[in-house]
């Protein structure tokens, strides 16, 4: 086998109905290969919320951020970025309260050494993909949140963020993160096909990141309303 190659597609698009309010996109991505190490954000403002975009947006400058420092710390733990994470997202707020801009966070990071973490709290899902068929979720299930969903900007504590240990993905692996207008609608049964239609349908058109966009936007689950976030990262051999 030859040396493997980490690849990245991602896509964000309003829901209907965002668009027919005239509202922007709540959700927000990142996804940046650098080296060996990688990260990859989705984070989901609470449409609740006054600043629910800035509030995003502001998580994944955060988690860009903190992933800067943590990348350069072999011995950083899951907890101090997750720290770095809150105090960076904070700042990045600036004026406006964070309550205002409560939001979903969702992390992938990958350290230069192949030690990494995935992070999580509140809605959303994390997953990695295997051989066909074989997806496991590192997402707990969604009865073991409190029933108000946590996020950056409510109360909660460490011990509400989901942090597992990850490391290099293997040949033909894959990492999904999705936002709740993505996962709501994904059976469990259907996550390992969807990454397999990312892989072997949207990956092979000329611009894979706009046919993931129009995908998303012709959602075929009957009266879908939420915005809609998907970023997946896979090793492959090279060619």
């Known amino acids: ?19 027919r309010a005239g509202v922007p996109n709540q959700d927000a991505w990142y996804a940046r290969i650098r080296g060996k190490g990688a990260l990859a954000v989705v984070a989901d403002g609470m449409g609740s919320r006054s600043a629910s975009r800035e509030g995003a947006r502001a998580a994944v400058a955060a988690c860009r951020m903190a992933w ?9 733990s899951a907890e ?16 406006i309260p964070p309550d205002d801009a409560a939001t979903t966070c969702l992390v992938y990071a990958l350290r230069p050494d192949g030690t990494g973490v995935a992070l999580q709290l509140g809605d959303g899902l994390i997953g990695l993909h295997g051989a066909p068929g074989a997806f496991r979720a590192l997402t ?5 949140f409190a029933s108000e969903t946590r996020a950056l900007g409510t109360p909660h504590g460490l011990r509400d963020w989901m942090m597992e240990p990850v490391g290099v993905l293997g ?15 994904l059976l469990p049964e ?42 997946l ?6 060619e």
């Open 1 to 19: 086998m030859g040396p493997l190659s980490l690849r990245m597609v991602g896509a964000s698009v309003r829901g209907p109905a965002h668009v």
């Open 68 to 76: 800067n420092h943590w990348a350069a710390a072999p011995r950083g």
């Open 80 to 95: 101090d970025l997750v720290r770095l994470i809150e105090v960076c997202w904070r700042l990045r707020l600036g004026l």
């Open 140 to 144: 707990p299930e969604r009865a073991a």
């Open 171 to 185: 040949s033909g692996m894959a990492v999904l993160l999705a936002s709740d207008g993505v996962s709501d609608d």
């Open 190 to 231: 259907k996550r390992s096909g969807f990454v397999d239609w990312i892989q072997d349908e949207v990956i092979a058109t000329p611009k894979p990141g706009l046919s993931l966009a129009k995908a998303l936007r012709n959602w075929p689950v009957p009266r879908h309303l939420d915005d809609k976030t998907v970023v």
């Open 233 to 238: 990262l896979w090793e492959q051999p090279d």
